[in-house]
Structures are given as structure tokens and as C-alpha cells.
């Protein structure tokens, strides 16, 4: 038998192998952008939990600072401080303050010291601390807090 080669199926192996290769790269191309934008989806995943927790930082720093200018009897500063790589601002603020009546309870017992009960009433004081964390590269956090303190 004798092989009848034609015109038309000349170089039909180059085309296959040139479609193979394009198939391959196209391939390749699109699971390297996956990758790379994958990566840089989970950076900023992280740049985003170190503003976070540069913001609760400063709600700390905040909570410290009522509860010192609630004994010193003063109004809270606000500060801004730098940590790591991120401005935070913390502002701590009154918001109000409300007469809290005493209750009495069938056999409980309770005891702070001479004068202080539990039917005693007192005034309780309430506090906003907004903490606002920025990054160089404009992530911004905020975080508020409300905070309660009480005199008997």
C-alpha cells in the first residue's frame, strides 16, 4: 500500500503543537494571576488586622484614661499616639451621668465598706471612647466604646 500524502495536511502537526502551546501559556497566565492576586488579597487581609489591632490599642489606652480622670475627678484627654505604623486617636468623652436607685434584695448580702449597701443608691457616669486607627497606606479602623462607672 502506498501512502498517498496530500497538500492539505501538510504541516497540520506544526498547527496542533503551536494551539497546544498557546493552550498551555494561557493556562499558565491566568493560574499566575490567581496566585499573585490571591497573595495580595491576604496582605491586605493583614495590614487590615494590624489597624484593627492598633485600634484596640488604643481603646485600652482610652479605658486607662477614664478611669484616671474618673478618680482624679477631671474630664478625659484625648491623645494621639503612633503604633507600629499606624496614627491612632483616642478620644474619651462624658456623655452623661444619671442617678442610679439602690434596690433592695430578700437575703442578699453586700458590703463595700461603712455606708455602702446594696439598698444604697449612687450616680452612675457614662464614658464614649472612639479610638480611630490610619495607616500610610489608608487603611482606617474605628472602634467606640461606651463605658459605665458608678459612685456610691
Known amino acids: ?37 490571591g497573595l495580595s488579597i491576604a496582605s491586605g487581609q493583614r495590614t487590615y488586622q494590624s489597624a484593627f489591632e492598633a485600634c484596640e490599642g488604643g481603646i485600652e489606652l482610652g479605658l486607662a484614661e477614664v478611669n484616671r480622670a474618673f478618680l482624679a475627678r477631671t474630664d478625659p484627654d484625648t491623645s494621639t499616639l503612633n503604633i507600629h505604623k499606624f496614627r491612632v486617636r483616642v478620644v474619651p468623652e462624658p456623655l452623661f451621668s444619671m442617678h442610679a436607685e439602690g434596690s433592695v434584695l430578700k437575703f442578699s448580702r453586700g458590703y463595700f465598706g461603712v455606708g455602702y449597701g446594696m439598698s444604697k443608691g449612687g450616680t452612675n457616669f457614662y464614658y464614649r471612647i472612639l479610638a480611630e486607627s490610619e495607616g500610610a497606606g489608608g487603611e482606617r479602623v474605628t472602634l467606640e466604646v461606651q463605658q459605665k462607672k458608678r459612685i456610691m
Open 1 to 37: 500500500m502506498k501512502r498517498i500524502i496530500t497538500k492539505n495536511r501538510r504541516g497540520i502537526a506544526l498547527i496542533i503543537a503551536l494551539g497546544s502551546m498557546v493552550l498551555i501559556l494561557i493556562v499558565a497566565a491566568i493560574s499566575m494571576y490567581v496566585i499573585t492576586r
